[in-house]
């Protein structure tokens, strides 16, 4: 399901993302403080922008009634730098240097192919998957609500074959998930790595340990946890997918906001899959990430 692909440094580029990634490698500076969300498509990425941004913006604002997060989409308060540069959004690259400190921003590129300052600099990156089964059924959901009501729907079972190909937007997935995994083992201040399924499992406690690796004060004093509850709070699926500014409007590449809000569960996959395709993503997994330590839960 998707857009062309085009094979390029070892993964599967959107065809009209290369130069922009091209670009975004060559041009981007990144600084000490920054901090990346990064994650493989259609794992949480707006959730995780959406804690991010609150848990680093807390003190700006008095209230959580007034809080950005309820007048913007987490897409444009943490944007992603390789749609600016693939789509050549002048104002918006050059506004990426007066952005305010610490910088937000995210990407969806595996880590061998991030700008090299990213990974040279001190720059902190938090990076978010989840299991394998969901997140084929997030893409490709989301790719069939978005094509153009004039193309043909993505056909379930050949999108699934070249999905367990390694061939969707980004992937393969388990590269990019296993990238990031080393990463997150060898430089532990560097990448968090955090699953979809356990922030949803238990997200006081994953959200404390994304404030705790920002070095965020929330971690500290008597209010911590209230305001960790309120963040999370406000985070919520039910909370963010009913908001106004989620529902209406479209953000980068025409994509209507609405779309990054389905379901938001665990395992909704079993009402897509046959036995057969259950079999053959299980033996995937198990080959391609038995032995890494890197394991899913796939029920709710
Ligand atoms: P489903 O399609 O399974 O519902 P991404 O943000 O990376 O595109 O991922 C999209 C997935 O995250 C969608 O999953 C979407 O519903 C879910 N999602 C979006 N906002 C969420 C939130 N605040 N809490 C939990 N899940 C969320």
């Known amino acids: 399901a998707g857009p062309y692909l085009h ?16 670009k975004f490698q060559k041009h981007f500076d990144a600084k000490d403080n920054d901090v990346f969300v990064a994650s493989f498509p259609k794992s949480g990425t707006t959730w995780l922008k959406a804690l991010t941004f609150a848990i680093v913006n807390h003190q700006q604002f008095s209230s959580f009634d007034n809080h950005p997060l309820l007048s913007s989409n987490p897409h444009e308060l943490v944007p992603f730098p390789e749609f600016m540069y693939s ?30 300052s990213i990974t040279k600099s001190n720059c ?70 955090l699953k979809y399924e356990d922030l949803k499992e238990d997200t006081v406690f994953h959200v404390k340990r994304i404030a705790e690796f920002l070095d965020s004060p929330i971690t500290q004093g008597g209010e911590s946890n209230t305001v960790i509850e309120h963040i999370i709070k406000l985070c ?46 299980s033996k995937i997994i198990e080959e391609k990430l038995g032995g890494s330590g890197l394991s899913f839960k796939v029920h709710s």
Not at 7 to 22: H, K
Not at 165 to 191: A, D, Q
Not at 259 to 265: A, D, I, P, Q, V
Not at 270 to 279: L, T
């Open 7 to 22: 094979l390029f440094q070892d993964f599967w580029c959107p065809t009209n993302s290369v130069e922009g990634v091209n």
């Open 87 to 116: 789509h050549d959004l002048h104002d918006q690259i050059l506004s990426l240097s007066n952005k305010s400190e610490p910088r937000l921003l995210s990407t969806h590129l595996p880590f061998p192919s991030l700008p090299q």
């Open 124 to 193: 902190k990156i938090i990076y978010i998957c989840r299991n394998p089964f969901d997140t084929f059924v997030s893409v490709w959901e989301f790719f069939n609500k978005i094509k153009p009501v004039s193309s043909p729907e993505f056909i379930f079972e050949e999108a699934f074959e070249k999905y367990c190909n390694g061939i969707m937007g980004f992937g393969p997935w388990w590269s990019h998930m296993l990238g990031y995994w080393k990463e997150s083992i060898t430089r532990r201040n560097k990448v968090l790595f």
């Open 236 to 281: 919520r699926f039910e909370k963010m997918k009913d908001l106004e500014v989620n529902k209406s409007g479209c953000i980068l590449n025409g994509v209507e906001k609405k779309n990054f809000f389905r379901k938001g569960e665990i395992g909704d996959w079993i009402n897509y899959f046959s036995p057969s395709m259950i079999e053959k993503l």
